[in-house]
């Protein structure tokens, strides 16, 4: 059993300046696998998911996809922001946003032919919002915003998914929506690493579950890493309760106990 | 009403002078639209007063205007991108910093020629009356190479402005595409100096573009608007300055704030007056409400690429 990683971490750490965002993550996402990456606020998902896309430099450590070293961002690996890092009174149509993942294609001087919005389009259908392709984007609730990012990454059409928070802040159809398009990634090969901080979506709609606080701390199918322990030495204790019907005393004493 | 409009036209210095502010109006007009969407107003004002010691030098030592404030330009925008990469500062400390010791710098260098006052003023408030044909010559050729350079690097412009974050996953390179904005924007302030001046160069970037935003929900139409406002109050401005014998630089940009306050009150859609209108019209007309009716599939427009 010795298939290549699409993509993995060796020792990878993250630092900015003096402060440490990351430290010694080693990790294997392999081809068809879905992944969510879950962690409490700063606990540095973001940063590892720019880190795989190539965006950060490693400041120690390395990432390697399809077993070749990671130094710059590359277009098999597809990277969909949060979507609160983006100013949505920007005068541009849905489209307009929909193409920008074009970019690395397109001749300079020619602009979109015909064929390029064809394809747009096509991915906008897929998620549902075609018919809002005139749209200027101020005017999408929250869980449209994060469908168009989504249509924009389907356009890219790469063998990587990288998505910064997807669930956060959308509705209950886009939720779904979100599910089913994993699957399908999923089946045609595409593996998928998305990060979120609620812990019921990660162990409905992942095929694992990366535990992260500025380390790896457990890495494994949903029920196996979500454990009362592992999830304390992650959230700190606070977010027990979430998953845990029946509060266990023993848990309680132990999360009093470590403060 | 001819007389008017013909009058000015008449002679020589306000043909050079109605030839000036066109180019300028367009050229502000168009990278402003960048500068108000990526509310960088405070870094174009910075710029204009932080490249004046590199104009005044040049003046002093006989050279090419232009070569000198670029050279400034140059190195403040890296001395800004210095400065803001210590993480104790933010960019617009940084920006104020370079901006005042620039400016300082300039008043120090100006005020030790004789000829000090006269001198200061013509640069703080331009001197559209004394454009000569070569300057004509420079501000077009500066102006097609800002408005080309805008035009092929587009769609990166736009989405280094939009999304930076998404920018840099697709491989651009922020640092470049910043510097090559700042430097496109230095030069079309640069050459708006002599026509509005220093101080009121601000408004050609900032204001034709705001009045633009106003009318348009599409950044190709944005700019072209844009540049069109900022030439149109130029024009304008020049007969009003004209006839009633004020500063030019002043009368332009009084018309250009007056176009914008008209849109603001009475935009499509979007001004003070006329939503108040249309919310009223709104239960009468329930079909132009773009998510209350169901388009058809003909409907798609689709933007020409």
């Not at chain 1, 920008?100 to 032919?113: P, V």
């Not at chain 1, 089913?180 to 999923?186: K, V």
């Not at chain 2, 009121?200 to 950044?219: H, K, S, Y």
Request: aromatic residues 6%; glycine residues 10%.
């Amino acid at each position: 059993m010795t298939t290549a990683a699409r993509l993995e971490t060796e020792d990878l750490g993250v630092h900015f300046g003096a402060r440490s965002a990351l430290e010694a993550v080693s990790i294997r996402l392999d081809p068809a696998e879905t992944v969510g990456l879950v962690g409490p606020n700063g606990a540095g998902k973001s940063t590892l998911l720019k880190a795989l896309a190539g965006m950060l430099p490693p400041s120690h450590g390395v990432v390697r996809l399809d077993g070749v070293l990671v130094r710059r961002p590359n277009p098999a690996v597809v990277y969909v922001p949060q979507r609160t890092g983006v100013d949505w009174s920007f005068p541009v149509s849905v489209l307009d946003v929909v193409l920008m993942g074009q970019l690395r294609r397109r001749t300079r001087f020619l602009g979109f032919g015909a064929a390029d919005r064809e394809a747009a389009v096509a991915a906008l259908e897929r998620v549902g919002m075609d018919r809002f392709a005139g749209v200027q984007i101020g005017q999408l609730s929250g869980g449209q915003q994060q469908r168009v990012f989504l249509a924009r990454a389907l356009l890219q059409d790469g063998a990587v998914f990288l998505l910064d928070e997807p669930f956060a802040g959308v509705d209950i159809p886009t939720q779904e929506l979100l599910i089913d398009l994993f699957d399908r990634l999923g089946k045609a090969g595409k593996t998928i690493v998305y990060a979120t901080h609620d812990l019921a979506h990660a162990s409905r709609s992942s095929d694992r579950v990366l535990l992260v606080n500025r380390r790896l701390i457990a890495s494994g199918p949903p029920a196996a890493v979500m454990t009362a322990g592992n999830l304390r030495a992650a959230f700190g204790g606070q977010a027990i309760v979430l998953v845990e019907p029946a509060p266990a005393p023993a848990v309680g004493q132990g999360a009093g106990a470590e403060r | 009403m001819t007389d008017w409009l013909l009058d000015p036209l008449a002679r020589p210095f306000m043909q050079h002078a109605f030839v000036a502010i066109v180019l300028v109006g367009a050229i502000c007009g168009a990278i402003g639209t960048f500068v108000t969407l990526r509310g960088l107003a405070f870094m174009g004002d910075a710029l204009a007063h932080a490249i004046f010691p590199g104009v005044v030098i040049a003046y002093v030592l006989g050279g090419n205007f232009l070569v000198g404030a670029l050279i400034a330009a140059v190195l403040v925008s890296l001395g800004i991108g210095a400065i803001s990469q210590n993480g104790r500062l933010t960019n617009d400390t940084a920006i104020g910093v370079l901006f005042a010791g620039g400016f300082a710098l300039g008043i120090a260098l100006i005020s030790a020629q004789r000829t000090y006052t006269k001198d200061l003023a013509s640069f703080l408030l331009g001197s559209i009356l004394g454009v000569s044909r070569q300057d004509l010559l420079l501000t077009g050729a500066v102006g097609l190479v800002v408005l080309v350079t805008m035009a092929v690097f587009r769609r990166e412009l736009t989405l280094v402005a939009f999304d930076r974050t998404f920018a840099q996953a697709s491989g651009l390179n922020l640092w470049a595409f910043d510097q090559l904005f700042l430097l496109l924007l230095s030069l079309a302030i640069v050459v708006s100096l002599q026509t509005v001046g220093n101080v009121l160069v601000l408004a050609m970037l900032v204001t034709p573009a705001a009045t633009a935003r106003l009318l348009t929900d599409r950044l190709r139409v944005m700019t072209a608007l844009s540049a069109l406002i900022g030439a149109g109050s130029g024009v304008i401005g020049l007969y009003v300055s004209y006839h009633a014998g004020i500063a030019s630089g002043a009368s332009v940009v009084l018309v250009a704030t007056g176009v914008f306050g008209l849109a603001f009150l009475f935009a499509p859609r979007t001004g003070a007056v006329t939503s108040r209108l249309a919310r009223r019209l709104h239960f009468a007309h329930p079909e132009r409400d773009v998510f209350a009716a169901e388009p058809t599939p003909g409907d798609r427009s689709l933007p020409a690429g």
